[in-house]
């Protein structure tokens, strides 16, 4: 194999390891070029360009409202969406909005290196970064449905709880969640190209194995807690808490799930690191 400059230690790297978020502030330049770059391919030749990013969401959560709130009738109890088909319809959008993010990542993710293999033998370039920009263009289209989640809330309660102004802290732990799997699966896909389909099979269960169509309390004790390892399942239920019911989060659960996701995404780091060595004989 030839001695790639790129797996040489840097200053700063050990230092990723232990801190995964600094790779994003360590590159950020290069960070931003090919965030820019994701964004801009993927809506080039499109006729309506960003809007579809607020015209997707909007009519898949109309479909799934009138699926599930208006011929099944779902509903969560001991709240507005109880008996009210548009306040069941914020509900799922909150769950819907994670999902969506985790989904985008999970499936763009394998591919994020093969995507630029003429990158894989430049001995200067972080390829590192390019699982971020996963990421990062993942957050980009979470951040526009947010804001129109935020609108609908404002419409239809007539008010946005102050508590919405904890969301960002519940995000930021999922984020760094998600960084982690990027690098996962980014480096298992140069080597294994079959994860992108085991990838979509398993988030068929995470959508439906988290409370995202129905309230978690009409589940026993026992299912309850095997639906809260469904790495989704707890920021579902702590953005609906600030953004929909004015409440404030968890924080001893937060605290653990930022534990949790700072582990994966540091262990991950280490293991694309791992890998990187043999991109190049595989590409």
Known sequence: MTPNNSDRPRPGQYLDILLPPWVLFRHSLVFRQFLNRSISRRYRLSVF????????????????TFVFGVILQSRWAGTDAASDTTSFGLYLFVGLLVFWLMADVVGSAPGAIIDYTNLVKKAVFPLEVLPLVT??????HALISTGVLLV??????GAIPVTALYA??????FILLLLGLSWLLSAIGVFFRDIQHIVG??????LFLSPIFYSIDRLGPGLQTVIMFNPVTFLVLQLRRVLLDGLQPDWVGLALYTAVAWIVASVSLLFFRYARKSFADVL
């Open 201 to 206: 099979l398993l988030m068929t269960g995470v």
């Open 135 to 140: 990421v990062g263009g993942a957050v980009f």
């Open 152 to 157: 609908a809330v404002m419409v239809i309660k």
């Open 168 to 173: 960002p802290l519940i995000f930021l732990p």
């Open 49 to 64: 360009g960003l809007l579809w990013t607020i015209l997707v969401p909007l009519f898949t959560l109309v479909i799934y």
